[in-house]
């Protein structure tokens, strides 16, 4: 895999597994989208 890939995997992937998190999990429990909101921007 080339370098680049590499660090760009490793720089979203916290971002990506948080939305996996509090998205899609939940919409394919229930079948809704929740709205999502960027965890700098959370209570």
Known sequence: MPEAWKSAWTR????????????????????RVPEYIPPYMRD
């Open 12 to 31: 979203w992937l916290p971002r990506g597994a948080d939305y996996y998190r509090t998205v899609t999990r939940p919409y394919l429990a229930s079948g």
